[in-house]
């Protein structure tokens, strides 16, 4: 165990909390003040990415989901929110400059905060911050709902896949046209959703057999290293949001 | 020209794992065939490229002649049917009828020739009696049988059964040993993922040996059987009645109870 936790690179190697503080920080400092600094934010994201080992690997989850999703909704927000200042425009559409300014911002937060959460699903192990919460005092429900939460998209897609592939085999056509697709969505969805009801009545069970709410202390199988490097960290990084949120009032009083 | 020919195949996954290397074999109508091997030996890949669900990365698998790199795995459907391990990826429908039937319908097959065809594959499974249940109010084991009928009324020439005998008890192994009987008498090749060593001594003609992705083995069950080095290298444990039959130092290879039980009281005298 004790090698395995040497080999984590960057953030990777830090106590999951001082992660955990890096992204709320992160997420936070993109919202508060404007694009730039938005950008700037994404921009430390990625290096942070890369130092860590997972660089390759977040960039292009990002381009796959954020940038996509961000450009859609420009799109979207430029060319219909209602405005007097026309920048450019072809046949029925109008790219207009309050869209564009409502668009910047929209898509500015969606980037921030989504990248923020993308790196820590990167970067953070969650059955060692679930430890380290339970630690600290979180009660064993609230991490199970917590663990089991972030586990639950990479199992159903996992599902997902295996479902799709026993109804291809029957003669469910899954990869044409969107009508083709419509028509499978009944039988891919339903084996789904009766497998995570059937799955989550035997994990309850399951889970009662190993003596989940027992009322007696747990045995750990874990020890997370809380260094004292880790505590200057999260000093560091807590400053950092008291600043950024002090800075950001300051600067709405000043401009108000 | 064979039912079913397998050219060379090779499989990598995306991460560059090779998880087939190599394989080839042919199946005839009518053929009844286990795979076998340690987990991670490449069996369930390979059988995955008899109905293109997965797509070879070299070699090629011919069904009655034709690639099935020129077919989707739905288009494949027709021809070879499959039978997943776990049943509940497969089933959705509110009563055992419909799930079989769904395949049927999509097949386009009239409506006397599907109530026909449900009948049989129904009885061939022991699901007549079950016919208006929900799939779900039957137990695993059952479940398994409601796919195994799906894919056998839809009357492919190929069948593949991934793990069929897992959590079947004395009435689920007999009825999968005759509809076994039934099916290739019917012309059908049947092709079994298994690691029932006596299940496979009891019902299967011919044997395929798989270990570290290649195929080791081919040839009669009880010439593959008999072959302890290979058994070894396999990871594989012989069936009780060959292992006796080996220690007994009988010479003739027989998976036959009878056979070794008479050799065995006439040697004891």
Redesign the interface.
Known sequence: MKNMENKRKGIKSWNPLTSLYLIIVLAVVSILFDFRITLLTVALMIVLAAVSGEGASFTKLWLKSLVLVCVICFALQSLFIPGEDVLWSFWIFAVKREGVQKAVVLCSRILGVGSAILLGGKLIDMKHLTAVLEERGMSPAATYVLLSTANIIPQMSK?MS??L???????????SSLLVRAKAF??SV??LL??AL?SAEERAITLEARAFSAPCRKTKLREIADTPRDKALRAALISILVLAIGGRIALWIALK | MALVEVKNLSFYYPNGYQAVDDVSFTIEAGENIAIVGQNGAGKTTTV?ML?G?TKPSSGDVLINGESTKNY????M??RV??V?Q?P?????NATVYKEIE??LK??KVDMGECERRIKDAAELTGMTKYLETNP?DLPLSMRKFVTIA??IA?NCDVMIFDEPTAGQDLDGLKILSDLNRVLTQRGKAIVTITHDMEFVADNYDRVIVMCQKKVIADGRTKDVFFQKEIMEKAMLKQPALVRIAMEAGMQEKTLDVKKLASYIRQNSR
């Open positions: 599902k295996a479902i592939d026993a109804q291809r085999s029957r003669g469910i056509e899954t990869d009944f039988p339903g084996p009766l497998n059937v | 995955k109905n669900l989707t795995t739905a288009q459907a027709r049917g499959y997943f776990n509940d990826d497969q089933i959705f769904y395949g999509k097949m779900y799906s894919v839809s």
